[in-house]
């Protein structure tokens, strides 16, 4: 089995989350979306969206967060030895529920929205000359290369547009405001055991404090709080989010990828 992923993706990390979890070796290929490597042409053939994570298990290839954890799921619970149909029932209904209401948040607009727009803007051009670099390179998938060069000037247009932000945040804070009232009556998001559901929320939350904002989405709600501060001790947080993000480590993986993009831009090199 081969993760195609990037600490930084908040998606890879509720995939990379599910494999620890479940114990389930994987190969990891690490593809820098900052950097342009998801549009290297031996990716974008495999993946016309370029986004994160894709899973690949033989021919089987998977590009949807929910799918691959469920995938995941059905796998531990075979390799556990179960025989039956009902044995490879794995998510409860309410699991399921939850991750689809956590997977419906778009992170994409509220992230850039609090990134400086000098590093937004320099990062966003970088990006663009790589689609060109790379269009040029393979004329074949050309097509594919001008949709995501388009996508990079909308995304550009709507972070403009003041009520893109707005219902993005409106969207968290609802979803934040459930979970708070959920983990008043429980220890987990889904009950008592800590489940894909958790899987689903911890990277929200760590990308919430990533940018800063701890204070006023996550500590001014009291179970929040409690829970972002126990599962931060489990050993799966540490190897696929802790590793990477925790104390002064973010500015070593966040620095790493900025003075890339840099001496690549400053070398004229896409």
């Not at 593809?31 to 894709?54: E, Q």
């Not at 531990?76 to 409860?92: E, F, K, Q, R």
Request: proline share 4%; with cysteine.
């Amino acid at each position: 089995m081969q993760l195609y992923h990037h600490p930084i993706s908040l998606d890879s990390q509720k995939v990379r989350l599910a494999l620890e979890e479940k114990g389930i070796d994987y190969t990891s290929f690490h593809v820098n979306p900052i950097t342009g490597k998801n549009m290297d042409s031996s990716f974008f053939r495999m993946n016309l969206h370029a986004k994160l994570p894709v899973f690949k298990n033989g021919s089987h290839i998977i590009f949807d967060t929910i799918e691959i954890i469920q995938y995941i799921e059905r796998i531990a619970v075979i390799s556990s030895g179960a025989v039956s149909a009902d044995d490879l029932t794995s998510s409860s209904r309410e699991v399921v529920g939850w991750l689809h209401k956590i997977q419906d948040w778009d992170p994409k607009y509220f992230t850039l929205s609090h990134i400086p727009e000098k590093y937004r803007c320099y990062v966003s051009k970088f990006l663009r000359r790589v689609v060109i670099a790379r269009m040029a390179e393979s004329p074949n998938l050309a097509t594919a290369y001008h949709w995501k060069l388009k996508e990079a000037y909308e995304t550009e247009d709507k972070l403009k547009n003041p009520d893109v932000v707005k219902r993005s945040k409106e969207h968290l804070v609802r979803l934040l405001d459930e979970v708070e009232t959920k983990l008043n009556e429980t220890s987990y998001l889904a009950g008592e055991a800590f489940t894909m559901a958790d899987v689903m929320l911890i990277p929200v939350l760590e990308r919430l404090v990533l940018l800063g904002l701890e204070d006023e989405y996550v500590n001014c709600r009291p179970n929040i709080a409690e829970y972002w501060s126990i599962v931060q001790h489990r050993p799966s947080y540490k190897k696929v989010v802790g590793k990477y993000f925790s104390g002064w480590r973010k500015y070593r993986t966040l620095l790493k990828t900025w003075w890339y993009v840099r001496i690549r831009s400053a070398l004229k090199r896409y």
